[in-house]
């Protein structure tokens, strides 16, 4: 039943390509282009685009790679040894669902002059901080993001949804579902693992123009996938986007008093094939004590997943995006969600359909534990790496649970009656520079076992203090037209 043709074609899973599996592919389809993909700083695709001539020019692309220039792809990289290789990764290829001349599209891995993989590039310090977390723990880090965005066209004024009350809404009432569908289909085609799409709660009337927010979840896998399908996702949504002239903006805040765009995080551990975050329908001691890294390294998370000024705009108090570091079950004025995972006791399923018969199936697999700050400005590689980190240093920390038990809550800490509880919790950075302190302070963490350069480390900080922010949110927090200027400056962002 799969729709990813190259894994119909070749009857073998993605993780199984080999370069001689493509070339028969690309030999049966008359494909006439080979794209090599790779992700820049901005965390958007870049393309390298090749005419394949015969099967020799393919197998020698398919065998060696190429050069690019990678001071113009990153900012750590100096021009005058800017030399690096790019390298497909056979596993990634899809066929590309927009080029009229038949293409097949590879993502890259960056290699060094001598042929190692690159210590500064975002998808490698991701692999690095997995390899890490296994050599150390025997884990390893399962992920899926939840891809907020908004379809932005001119107003018909028919068929009006009550302001912020979109959730899940359907047809005629939401205008771009369409689009959402055929972009589900499309991420599907290219590898993606998606879980469901739907109608988010943000939609409201400006200027003559209708903004309607949507949502793509997928399902957890290896947080290298996790990333990868998360950045073909913003592109299949773009370029639908470009070609039914709909705006889609992934910016995590439109305008003053309406829903920001997040990009909540989903994560497990799994040893053996295994979740190991829930054990007979109680979460574990190790989720708990990965819940207690998250915590921790909370406030310096933010300068990977939170990463230009608007970002603060949508972690503000009284939201639904968290601003207090804590923790807790189903509970969404949280950081750290413990969603709901088909623990009852009960069989819904039967009692939804008499005739079924009483279903144990293990549910167990499902249980996931959700970090809620971070939006799509996020670099996604090195926002997944950071949370790997995390969850090791959790794992390490002596008195873990403990940590996690003091910043429990199980209440609504949004509501007047429970302020009380916020003055005991420590806060998310309110900016960019914030969050730039915030990372130099714990900066030794990630840089334990060399998953994360100094490199990186000093490139994230220096942008994230470019922006001069510190008292920007104050300064213009009853500004809607300054508040609108700052918000199309990063319009496109991640």
Known sequence: MNINRLITFLDKDASQFTRADLIRFIEAHEIKILNFRCVGADGRLKTLTFVIDNRQHLDAILTAGE???????????????????????????????????????????YYDKDGNPLAVSPENILRKSQQ??????????????????????DDSGLYKTDNQRGYHESSPFVKWGALRTEAMLLVACCGGQLKYGHAEVGNFSMDGKLYEQNELEFLPCDAEDAANQLIIAKWILRSLGNKYGVTVSFAPKITAGKAGSGMHVHTKLVKDGKNCMSNNGTLTDIAKKAISGYLYLAPSLTAFGNTNPTSYFRLVPNQEAPTNIC????????????????????????????????DNTDFSQKQTVEFRCSDNSADIHLLFAGLIVAARHGLEMPNGLEYAQQRYVDVNIFDNANKYRTQTLEQLPVSCADSAKRLQQQAEIYKQHNVFPQAVIDAAVNKLKSYNDENLRAEISNNENKIIEIVNKYFHCG
């Not at 220039?69 to 066929?95: E, H, K, N, Q, W």
């Not at 977390?133 to 025997?138: A, C, K, V």
């Not at 923790?327 to 004025?333: A, E, I, M, P, T």
């Open 132 to 153: 890490v977390l296994q050599e150390r723990t025997g884990y390893t880090f399962h992920a899926m993001g939840e891809l907020e965005y908004y379809a932005i066209s």
């Open 67 to 109: 050069r690019v220039d990678g001071s113009s792809l990153f900012p750590f990289i100096g021009a005058g040894a800017s030399d690096l290789y790019v390298i497909p990764r056979y596993r990634t290829a899809f066929v590309n669902p927009f080029s009229e001349i038949p293409a097949l599209d590879v993502l890259c891995s």
């Open 327 to 358: 923790w807790g079950d189903r509970n969404r004025s949280v950081l750290v969600r413990v969603p709901l995972g088909w623990t009852g006791k009960t069989s819904m399923i039967q009692d939804s359909n008499p005739n079924e018969p009483l």
